[in-house]
């Protein structure tokens, strides 16, 4: 079909920069529709979520299935401080420029942020300064609700692990097998369709009730849950430190039968790590099955499908699985679909998005999606994990770094959230800078390792000065990197990120995906596959595995695991597991506490040392400064 000519509106740029949200609102978003008809949408390819987000249909892969993908960039970084060196920024601020300044046909793909750190401690991630996704507030919030969906159906489960226990301890197999099989007036009984599946699991070929043996009903209606193996637990979506271990189970009519247990927040959910991973709806529903919330007493893995909540769990996710359309402050469509953690999940957007974005883009055009953390967690992942699940090969990566977070590397003071800068990091230090330096080479090379063509974004700060810069760039190209720009797009938007954007179609046009590799093959067994990443990636001398840790790798490996990808829970702020380490570490030990299998997403995380799921709250929370005008209905204060 034909297409819109894009309208690119033109930023008014303020000097000094307002804040974010000043800044979103004062630019009036173009209405959906119209980015949906300049990307070439059906009008039923994609559902309104009123004036500024819609959902698009996954049946514009079919449509486009013949049209060549688009070239794939992907936006990573160093070890960064707290205070996070702006891969949103950069991912949206190079969108605007390849699109709106070199009219390159251009995606954005972001992950959808909790709203954890949102009213926390961190705020939004919508991007910054003149490189944002507008709405702002709609993004930073509910935006279409997938969120509340992956938290109602993990919640579902929960509650369907804790009633099955309970049931199961109160009831012998006649009574069970009589409430989960009731007979009719007539005495006929009926197997739903999702226990057919536990049947096969358990190599029963009936479908006849009756004709069950009493040992058969038995196997059939007893999961037999370990409680002391069950790694399921209840999921919101805000920062609550005092729900990091609780109690269950102690009203009356539980009769005594407590456990310990926590909640997560809801973007370290499996089931948003699934929906990053999916590909369609049929492969949702088998991930969603395939889910393991612990073992029987026998050592059994047990499915969300032997709890019959599979089925459930997908009816509630089945809007999920369409990508969110919403557009930059230059007019660039972007979409956001999906938030996995970034630590003890891979921290990338939807391989969905990627792909219908790759196709809508066509030959010609560039997709530009994000892997959180650094290029250490957030960009192996990219490449080890999504891309081997996508099939799909990135032509270039973008490592971005900033001045501030290679002095914090050199040995500057520590970065702390919430406090003042020290003036080592606004003041010009070339010696900070130059030691620094060291850890951006790391993660060149190692994005290398996988045959990608790099290019370094430095993103450029105010306090920065152009001898510091240039200290960086030569520093990348001396490390390997095919291009190092300065890109000033937080202050400019994508006039601001010019020349990374020419840079990056240079390096994508003289790429050879052939030259793209995995960092291991998934034969290897568990430690293997850890050895590889903690040596070739964070550069380890040792590793240690704790009894849990050894225990969990036989049980995996037991059970059948053991050849799945693995997505290693660490520090972001560190090549090593120990955040205190800065630079490049050398000689150090990693130490794997436990592991966690992720059977439904494909794939076992290890954690290498303290991981919260949970974030608790500051002493002065984001949300003090949130509220909203009566008068106008305008949100004020988010970042």
Not at 96 to 111: E, I, M, P
Not at 597 to 626: H, K, N, Q
Request: net charge neutral; charged share 20%.
């Amino acid at each position: 079909m034909s297409k819109l000519v894009p309208f690119y509106p033109k930023l008014n740029l303020q000097k000094p920069v307002p804040s974010d949200i000043a800044i979103a609102q004062s630019v009036a978003p173009k209405h959906i529709k119209q980015i949906a008809e300049e990307i070439g949408l059906t009008e039923d390819e994609y559902d309104l979520y009123g004036k500024t987000k819609a959902k698009v249909n996954l049946d514009v892969l079919k449509r486009l299935k013949a049209q060549p993908d688009g070239k794939y960039v992907v936006i990573t970084g160093i070890n960064p401080t707290p205070l996070g060196e702006g891969k949103s920024t950069t991912t949206v601020g190079l969108a605007q420029s390849l699109g709106a300044h070199l009219n390159k046909t251009t995606f954005a793909c972001l992950r959808q942020p909790s709203q954890g750190p949102t009213f926390g401690i961190k705020g939004g991630a919508a991007g910054g300064g003149y490189s944002q996704v507008i709405p702002m507030e709609e993004f930073n919030l509910h935006l279409t609700g997938d969120i509340h969906a992956i938290t109602a159906a993990n919640n579902l489960l929960a509650a369907a692990i804790e009633a099955r226990m309970f049931h199961e301890s109160t009831q012998n197999d006649e009574a069970l097998f009589n409430r989960l099989c009731p007979p009719n007036k007539n005495g006929d009984r009926q197997f739903a369709a999702i226990m057919l599946r536990r049947l096969k699991k358990l190599g029963i070929n009936k479908i006849n009730p009756n004709e069950l043996t009493n040992e058969e009903r038995s196997a059939f209606v007893r999961l037999d849950i370990d409680s002391k193996t069950v790694t399921w637990n209840r999921v919101m979506d805000i920062n609550d430190r005092f729900l990091r271990k609780i109690t269950i189970g102690q009203g009356k009519e539980e009769q005594g039968r407590t456990r310990e247990t926590c909640f997560d927040i809801s973007v370290a959910s499996e089931i948003m790590a699934i929906l990053a991973l999916t590909t369609d709806l049929t492969d949702m529903r088998e991930r969603l099955g395939n889910m393991v919330i612990g073992s029987s007493h026998a050592g059994v893995p047990i499915t969300a499908d032997d709890l019959g909540a599979a089925g459930a769990l997908t009816v509630l996710m089945k809007d999920t699985i369409m990508p969110n359309l919403m557009q930059t402050l230059e007019g660039t469509p972007v979409f956001v679909h999906a938030g996995p953690f970034a630590n003890i999940a891979h921290g990338n957007s939807s391989i969905i998005a990627d792909r219908i974005a790759l196709k809508l883009v066509g030959e010609d055009g560039f997709v530009v999606t994000e892997a959180g953390f650094g290029a250490d967690i957030g960009a192996e992942k990219f490449f080890n994990i999504k891309c081997r699940y996508s099939g799909l090969i990135p032509h270039c990566a973008v490592i971005v770094v900033t001045a501030r977070a290679l002095k914090m590397h050199g040995g500057g003071p520590a970065v702390v959230a919430g406090t003042p800068l020290n003036p080592a990091y606004t003041t010009e230090n070339f010696e900070l800078v130059s030691k620094g330096c060291s850890n951006l080479a790391v993660h060149i090379r190692n994005c290398k390792k996988f045959g990608v063509s790099v290019v370094v974004c430095i993103n450029r700060f105010a306090t920065d000065t152009d001898a510091e810069l240039e200290i960086i760039k030569r520093a990348a190209l001396e490390a390997g990197a095919e291009n190092a720009c300065v890109s000033s797009h937080w202050a400019e938007g994508g006039a601001g990120a010019l020349e990374l954007a020419n840079a990056v179609v240079t390096a994508c046009n003289t790429s050879n995906k052939e030259n793209f590799k995995f960092l291991y093959p998934l034969e290897l067994s568990i430690k293997e596959k850890i050895t590889i990443i903690a040596t070739q990636i964070y550069g380890a001398a040792e590793i240690e595995y704790l009894p849990d840790a050894e225990e969990k790798i036989a049980t995996y490996e037991r059970q059948g695991f053991g050849k799945l990808p693995i997505c290693m829970a660490k520090t972001h702020l560190s090549l090593s597991c120990d955040p205190s380490l800065r630079g490049v570490p050398t000689g150090f030990k990693v130490v794997v506490r436990t592991l966690r299998a992720s059977v439904g997403a494909g794939f076992i995380y290890p954690l290498l040392g303290e991981m919260s799921t949970m974030p608790g709250l500051p002493t002065r929370p984001c949300f003090f400064d949130i509220d909203i005008d009566t008068i106008s209905g305008r949100i004020v204060g988010l970042s």
